[in-house]
């Protein structure tokens, strides 16, 4: 039983509007989702893809009012999304920088040409070129040329304070292998790479421990948690029998309409989900018309008043 790559990275924001411009303006991501927080429908839940809202490709925020994030340990203190080419990398370091932020060079990191940024909260980013690998669907109306565009989720990298804990779990529980490692680009530190399935930069946790660092505080701008892919119900189900004989505590089976959930934290208390591939965005809404209106799951639906009266406008 494998998990087969990263399913999504949900992050946190604390001005939707700002989040909404920059990801599909700037970025050139499609919003495939227009939603709430099933667990407080106060705030908005966002999802951003590629063209066909693919698994693997969603970035998604909650709008939650939240303090800046303090960064530290026991994090996941950088999120990759995938690019075709180092031209794909030069064209998105002169967009990047005259959108304004803070964008970093193209350098080799890993053996891979990569380039940091960050939005506007902090939220900390990098570009990864995947060397066009496997397949990609571009959005027609984003407005990032086609050869350019995002293809979706690369390495996430996480921060620990003790990677034996972590190892534990990735590779006696979710089945990972460890692959090698590398030094960290800002830090006295070795990056140690777990992959998943067939591997390659859709499917990597990238984890640096550093004990000195103190402990992250959640906030605007940093990471909520991190989802692995799973393809169908059945090997879901066999994730969940798999945690509860491994004696590692979770939230049990969880329907989110759009797939199905399970969660649990590592060790250093990072919080994981295990996410099935479908039903998919385009349950109950056409394809073409994806995140365009607000869609709430039959179980909300009956709310839809209340929500909507106390969600603020997105614009």
């Keep these: 039983m494998q998990l087969t790559g990263i399913h999504h990275l ?11 411009a920059f990801y ?15 667990d407080d429908v106060s705030a908005y839940h966002l999802f951003y893809a590629d063209g066909k809202a693919n698994p693997g490709s969603d970035l998604t925020f909650f709008d939650f009012p939240a303090a800046p994030e303090r960064r530290g340990s026991n994090s996941i203190s950088r999120t990759g999304l995938r690019v075709a080419g180092e031209k794909s990398l030069g064209y998105w370091r002169d967009r990047l920088k005259k959108a304004g932020g803070h964008t970093g060079d193209v350098t080799e990191v890993d053996g891979r040409l990569t380039l940091p940024f960050e939005d506007s909260e902090g939220q900390r980013l990098v570009l990864v070129d995947d060397g066009g690998m496997g397949s990609a669907s571009p959005w027609e109306r984003s407005p990032v040329p086609a050869e350019h565009q995002i293809r979706g989720l690369g390495p996430i990298v996480l921060n620990v304070q003790d990677l034996a804990l972590t190892e534990q779990v990735l590779t006696g529980v979710m089945n990972m292998r460890r692959e090698r490692d590398y030094a960290a680009p800002d830090a006295a530190a070795r990056i140690h790479v777990f992959a998943m399935g067939e591997g390659g930069p859709a499917a990597e946790l990238h984890v640096i421990e550093q004990k000195d660092l103190p402990m992250a505080r959640q906030g605007a701008g940093g990471v909520h948690h991190v989802a692995f892919r799973t393809p169908d119900e059945a090997q879901y189900h ?12 979770n939230s049990g089976e969880i329907d989110r309409f759009y797939f199905r959930s399970l ?12 996410a099935t591939d479908g039903p998919g965005f385009a349950t109950d809404e056409p394809m073409e018309a994806l995140g365009e209106k607000l869609a709430l799951p039959p179980f909300l639906e009956p709310r839809r008043a209340q929500i909507e009266a106390g969600l603020k406008p997105l614009g």
């Design 10 to 20: 949900t992050a946190i924001s604390a001005k939707p509007r700002e989040n909404l």
């Design 24 to 38: 599909t303006g700037v970025l050139g991501m499609r919003l495939v989702k227009k939603t709430v927080n099933q």
């Design 238 to 249: 066999g994730w969940t029998q798999r945690l509860n004989a491994s004696g590692v505590r």
């Design 263 to 274: 969660y649990f934290r590592e060790p250093n208390g990072i919080l994981f989900e295990i």
